[in-house]
């Protein structure tokens, strides 16, 4: 059975980091393609940053540019979600997903291209 686990959410004060990680269970070989995604009260879920294992590519939603940083250790099934200078703004429930089926890179933040999710880790970020 797939499970990811999401961990490394807390509280933090605003301009702080926080590294997000999700590690992988059961299965054999990395997946197409891992993201975070976040959810804010009241607000639609969002792509965050994704990153494709095979080649390293990653992508980042603009709000994040800069500030967050996407990684992955495939020897350790995890993928990281480094925040730096993290905003008010950025609270909310993160969650990773993973996906194998294929497509086309800039559709790394589409839900429908990812199977598997975590369980959830809350960001707070106060002012």
């Known amino acids: 059975e797939v499970q990811l686990v999401d961990s490394g959410g807390g509280s933090v004060q605003a301009g702080g980091p926080l590294r997000l990680s999700c590690v992988a269970s059961?299965?054999?070989?990395?997946?197409?393609?891992m993201g975070w995604f976040r959810q804010a009260p009241g607000k639609e879920r969002e792509g965050v940053a994704g990153?494709?294992?095979?080649?390293?590519?990653?992508y980042y939603t603009s709000s994040v540019k800069g500030r967050f940083t996407i990684s992955q250790d495939n020897a350790k099934k995890t993928v990281y979600l480094q925040m730096d200078t993290l905003e008010p703004e950025d609270t909310a429930m993160y969650y990773c997903?993973?996906?194998?089926?294929?497509?086309?890179?800039?559709?790394?933040?589409?839900?429908?291209?990812?199977?598997?999710w975590g369980q959830g880790t809350q960001v707070t970020v106060s002012s």
């Open positions: 997903a993973a996906g194998s089926a294929y497509a086309e890179g800039h559709r790394w933040n589409a839900e429908n291209l990812y199977d598997y």
């Open positions: 059961g299965i054999t070989r990395s997946f197409y393609r």
């Open positions: 990153i494709y294992p095979g080649d390293g590519t990653t």
